[in-house]
């Protein structure tokens, strides 16, 4: 799976962000000619690159040159112009889940209905061209994961359409509820609305590496120097692979519960295999006032975290949860329908590095073969399993 993590030390913005893609290799020439496709007014904004640097540190820095400072458009607008282009699916889809993010924000800042928000700064030519060109350049990188480091939170003022505002900016703070963040750096507005934004609606998780093989860094140069770091965002690109030797990133979540019902713990696990939790099970434990209780934990990936959890906390009678992110080493392994003396079964098979290591039948398999001929479902087991170690001695 290609997967790419950003690295924002220094924060994050949209032109940072087209610039780090772009230095992975997208051309110019094919951003240029997607964004076409939006049908803008024509030479209403032209786009660059250069090479720089930010305190001895190269990156390549994105520009776009705006030639209508005018027009704002609404939400709605915006969002029917993407919609309405002929852009992928998959484009169309980033960018406008950017715009409804941003959307969201500016509603419950100014306290008024999403389809009513009108767009200043992210409004503008140049944020179009951020967020959508974002999108166009992980389409053509082929990327189908995103993660982020946390992000800094700045300080100070800045200056916007609505007046001097606190770094960071309400938007930019609604944005980032629910993301990684952290103080640990100097004043300024290191995160824009737009880079807040962008992380929000796409990364699969905040405030951790995911464990892939690296490919390419992309290094994207902010527009100001910052006496504390190099003002550049990096773009790692890789591909997560599930090979022996290699990490694979979960989450694993926990709570302590000591006044649900078996039933009702039993209906949870259920629940919370069916919406894709990789993994559930239980734990007696021992709680204060001598009272005995059960551990529920679950192993998830990190963009399932937020679902699971909710599931949790309401059906059962939890009112937190703790988690934290675990590696894991992991055989590679596939599924494949074998002929047998009861018919089609499915086997999993298990690998390490292409060497077939075992192949056992599924159990759901053996279970509607016992169902449906009135045998014990451990007979059916021992001959599928005996007649599969036939098939490989004859071999």
């Known amino acids: 799976m290609k997967t ?13 962000t087209v610039g780090a893609l772009l230095d992975l290799g997208v051309p110019l020439e094919h951003l240029q000619a997607e964004l076409a496709k939006l049908q803008l007014p024509p030479q209403s904004y032209g786009l660059s690159t250069s090479r720089t640097e930010r305190r001895h540190v190269g990156a390549l820095k994105f520009d776009v040159a705006v030639h ?22 998959p484009v169309q889809e980033r960018a406008r889940s950017i715009f409804r993010r941003l959307a969201e924000a500016e509603a419950r800042v100014h306290g008024v209905p999403v389809e009513e928000v009108h767009f200043h700064e992210v409004g503008a030519v140049d944020s179009i061209v951020d967020i959508v060109g974002t999108a166009i350049c992980l389409d053509y990188l082929g990327v189908e994961e995103v993660y982020a480091a946390a992000l800094p939170l700045g300080g100070g003022f800045v200056e916007t359409a609505h007046g ?11 944005l980032l509820q629910g ?19 962008i992380i929000a609606a796409l990364a699969a998780g905040t405030g951790h590496r995911p464990a892939m093989r690296l490919e390419r860094i992309g290094s994207g140069a902010g527009g100001k120097d910052f006496s504390d770091c190099p003002n550049i965002l990096r773009a790692f690109l890789g591909s997560a692979e599930q090979e022996w030797g290699t990490g694979d990133g979960i989450v694993v979540a926990e709570t302590n ?7 009702v713990l039993g209906y949870v696990m259920e629940r919370l295999l069916e919406e894709g939790a990789l993994d559930v099970f239980f734990s007696p434990i021992q709680m204060k006032k001598n009272r005995p209780a059960t551990q529920l934990s679950f192993l998830c990936r990190p963009q399932q975290l937020d679902s699971l959890a909710r599931l949790v906390l309401t059906e059962t ?6 988690h934290y992110h675990a590696s894991r080493i992991i055989l590679e392994r596939r599924v494949e329908e074998r002929q047998t003396p009861f018919g089609p079964v499915r086997f999993k098979l298990v690998f390490d590095n292409g060497l077939l290591l075992r192949a056992a039948p599924e159990y759901e398999e053996c279970r509607r073969i016992a169902r449906e001929r009135g ?21």
């Open 257 to 263: 519960i000591d006044d649900s019902t078996s039933e």
């Open 164 to 174: 001097r505002l606190p770094v960071p900016a309400p938007a930019t703070a609604d």
């Open 317 to 322: 009678s939890a009112i937190g949860l703790r």
């Open 179 to 197: 993301l990684a963040v952290h103080g640990e750096c100097g004043p300024g507005e290191r995160v824009t609305p737009t880079g807040a934004a």
């Open 4 to 16: 790419i993590y950003f690295d924002c030390y220094a924060g994050i913005s949209g032109d940072m």
């Open 375 to 395: 045998i014990p479902c451990r007979e059916v087991m021992e001959q599928v399993v005996a007649w599969q170690r036939a098939g490989e001695a004859a071999q």
């Open 68 to 89: 209508d400072h005018h027009t704002h458009r609404h939400y709605g607008g915006i969002d029917a112009m993407i919609a309405g282009s002929s852009l992928s699916g």
